[in-house]
């Protein structure tokens, strides 16, 4: 079956760069998503990638896609204290219903 | 602009009890799906529903019971509540064209402890 996992806590300087690690086993993904989930609150859609794309870049966003190697990566630039939450790497793949996989979600801290 | 609501938001239950949690989204959403959220363990889908009347089984349904009479109320039972499901509860909603651009629409969660 599919499988997503995630490093489960990552600790960044303000200001500095974050990186957040996933790989993910089904090769039929379409689309791979990173949700942002704060404390007390549901997830919430940070960006997509569909599978034929290698790089996607939003304001402070950039996700990276490797194919080959099932690996997709999060980067946020200038990270804030803000950007504190836990994110979530998911895949949907391409069959039945929009079943989406999510892996256990990296807590991101950010100190000041 | 509510978009998905679930009640209740805290609840405490004894082993044995019962209980509907209660989804409902403004959004015309066709999909429907109920996650658990456990530390380490991440989102596991217990249900889900592809339309009014339809419901299918999710990775760990066991324990559960789902109902979706109307389009935009989606509900989860327990029917006999065990300490195991003590967890944190998530509804969530999509488009079948364009859910796969706008991914699911999450509520705000319901905390559930059963002791």
């Known amino acids: 079956g599919e499988d997503v996992e995630q490093s489960l806590f990552l600790s960044v300087r303000e200001g500095d760069s974050s990186v957040i690690n996933c790989t993910y086993t089904?090769?039929?993904?379409?689309?791979l998503y990173w949700y942002k989930q704060e404390p007390g609150a549901g997830l919430q859609l940070l960006t997509y990638i569909f599978s034929n794309m290698d790089m996607k870049q939003d304001q402070r966003l950039t996700v990276l896609l490797n194919k080959k190697d099932k690996h997709l990566s999060l980067r946020i630039a200038d990270t804030q204290t803000g950007d504190s939450a836990i994110y979530f790497c998911a895949e949907m793949n391409s069959g039945g219903y929009q079943k989406v996989t999510f892996g256990t979600g990296t807590k991101l801290q950010v100190i000041p | 602009n509510a978009g998905v609501t679930q009640t209740p938001k805290f609840r405490v239950l004894k082993t044995g009890q019962s209980m509907t949690l209660l989804c409902a989204q403004d959004?015309?959403?066709?999909?429907m799906y109920w996650y658990r959220q456990d530390p380490g363990m991440g989102l596991r889908l217990i249900h889900y529903s592809v339309g009014e009347g339809t419901t299918a089984k999710g990775e760990v349904p066991d324990g559960y019971n789902v109902s979706r009479l109307k389009k935009q109320n989606f509900l989860l039972g327990l029917e006999s509540a065990a300490p195991s499901q003590t967890s944190v509860y998530f509804c969530?909603?999509?488009?079948?064209?364009?859910?796969?651009?706008?991914?699911?629409?999450f509520g705000s969660g319901t905390r559930l402890t059963v002791v």
């Open positions: 959004m015309n959403h066709e999909y």
């Open positions: 969530a909603s999509s488009f079948p064209e364009s859910g796969a651009l706008y991914g699911y629409t």
């Open positions: 089904d090769s039929s993904s379409t689309y």
